[in-house]
């Protein structure tokens, strides 16, 4: 029994020692000379001492906000005003100043905000939405649309609304000055509106009928501020 025991406990032995050189083969030795263990941090940065050459070409960088005080080159700015302003006009030059100032400016994307804004401030003064309009304009602006609203209460009157489009806005003034960008803008719209009196009596507009609505719009932005927002400053109705 103990022969038969020792004569297995050798047999495995002699098991393991081939096992050992066979893996030995295939793997081979280590001779300080390994690649190191992944490191997912490290492989990031170009000075880390595990770092390969050309392994910071794998990185995509992240895009940076211009927080250093920089501003687009002349060029540029040029290209992106030319089709806003004619070239040499005061219009050019009052996008040009603001776009000096602020680098993020960019008249196609006020353009399109400034869209969006008409549609909100229009829909929020027929609703008597003071709330929003609070975020949206100026304080002298806000109080005389305010006091509007305060007066068509009083009479007890409604409006109803629907803003059916934008036909046309175009950019017609643009001023920077004492860190201040004004941009005015004349918007030509379709809406559907009328005004009812305490008995539900329309006495002004036509609810089933579509008028076109002309708007002279001054939106304003102190640069120096940290709010990227712009209001309305100033409005003039050219119809």
Known sequence: MGEMF?????????????????LRNVLG???????????????????????????????VPLPRGRDDGSVEPAKSIAERIKKFAPKGSPLE???????????????????????????????????GDRRALRQLLGKDVYD???????EREDRGEKV????????KADIIEAEF??????????FVSELITSTSDK??????????????????WTFARDISSRDPNWKLVATEAAN
Not at 16 to 22: H, M
Not at 94 to 102: F, H, P, Q, V
Not at 144 to 150: E, K, N, R, Y
Not at 160 to 166: P, R, T, Y
């Open 6 to 22: 020792d004569i297995s406990t050798l047999l495995f032995l002699i098991l393991a020692v081939v096992i050992f050189l066979r």
């Open 29 to 59: 030795r280590r001779t300080g000379n390994e690649r190191q263990p992944y490191d997912p941090y490290a492989a990031s940065d170009s000075n880390s001492p595990t770092a390969k050459p050309g392994a910071q070409d794998t990185v």
């Open 93 to 127: 030059k009052g996008l040009t100043d603001i776009a000096k100032s602020d680098a993020e400016f960019d008249p196609e994307q006020f353009l399109s905000g400034a869209k969006a804004a008409y549609e909100m401030i229009v829909m929020a003064f027929a609703g």
């Open 144 to 150: 005389g649309f305010v006091g509007a609203l305060d």
């Open 160 to 167: 109803d609304s629907s803003f059916v489009g934008i036909n």
């Open 177 to 186: 000055k004492r860190k201040m960008a004004q941009v005015t803008v004349k």
């Open 199 to 216: 008995d539900g009596k329309v006495i002004d507009g036509d609810p089933k009928k579509v008028r076109e609505v002309t708007d002279i």
